[in-house]
Every structure is written in C-alpha cells, then in structure tokens.
C-alpha cells in the first residue's frame, strides 16, 4: 500500500470512527440526511475518503442510500427492531446451549471492567458499547466466532434505534442499575447455570439494554 493509499485509508477510518460515533450516541438521528457538502467541511476531508466511510457504515446497517435523494441515518420500523429482537434472541440461546463447562471468563470480566469504569466516567456512549461488548463476550464463550460477529452486527443496529432514547434513559434510569444487571449476568456465565443465564438475558430486553 503506498503512503497515498494509506493516508486515504486513514481518513476513511476516521470518518468511520466520527459518524459512527455520532449516530450511535444519538447525536445523529435515524432518518437525518448526511449532506456530503457539509461533512467533509466538518470532517476535513475530501468526497472520496467520505464516500467510502458511508459504504462501509450502510455495510453495517447504520447509513442508508436513497435514490436521487442521498444518504442518511438508518431508520428502523417496529417490525425491524422486533426482528432483531428475535435473532438476538436465537443466537443467544444457541450459544448457551453451546457453553463450555469450564469457560475462559477473562474477557468477559475486562468487558465488565470498562463497564463500571464508563459507569463511573458518565460517558453513556462508551457505556452502551461496554453493555455490548460484555453481550458480545458471553456469546463468543459458545465458540463460534461468526457466530459472535453477525450476534455484535445485531446488537449495533439495536444500539442505533436505542440511542434515540439514550439522553431520556440517563435520566430515568441509574447507570449503576445496568452495571448490576451484567454483573448477575457474569454470575451466572460463572456458575455454569444455563437456565440463570437464560433468565437474565431475557432481563436484557428492548427497555433495558442501555439503561
């Protein structure tokens, strides 16, 4: 890769890392048009370098092109969200079903430490990737990787449609109460209780899982 290819590949991540960033702390709604003009005066960058961060975050599900009318934010229907509902809940069953006897919780325990830490910081966007992440780690202890990737794909698109609420949630509801929620979790992940981790993921549901 040339030092030209590179510094543009470098800025599509950053535009990636910006938008993403933006949608996913709310701060961009679902339905909100990215008008390019406007981006790249406030990215820095040129089109091309934007174009293809838009490409990759609509591969993830949070940017959609219309026709004649540009991009925007992703927006999801009830249908849409219940549906990721349901898979979210399918794939955790298999992968508690698929559970070692004698799983490495190391990861899960870091995942839960940037948890209380983002808890105790304030940061909500950083504490909704936290909640995703330990949810990431638990289905990843069932040994399929794809498996945990599409799972992590499910969950940012769950994370998109709960952000528009994320600004009333820190206000209704106590971050420490999510942190607890994880750590029964964690518990029972430890004590290799299928069905009390079954229980407390179904705690996880579309009220709960960034509160």
Partial sequence: MSDGELETYSLV???????????LSGRSDPGERLVEEQLTRRLGISRAPLREAMRLLAQQGLVEHIPRRGARVATLSDADVRELYEVRDVLERHAVASLPERPDLTALRAALAVMRAATEAGDRLELANAHRRFHVE???LGGNNQLAGLYESILVRIQLYMAVNMRREAETARAADGVL???????AVEGGDADAIRTELGAHGARAYLS
């Fill in 138 to 140: 638990v289905v990843r």
């Fill in 181 to 187: 929620r994880h750590e029964r979790l964690f518990a």
């Fill in 13 to 23: 991540e950053l535009a990636v890392d910006r938008l993403r960033r933006d949608i």
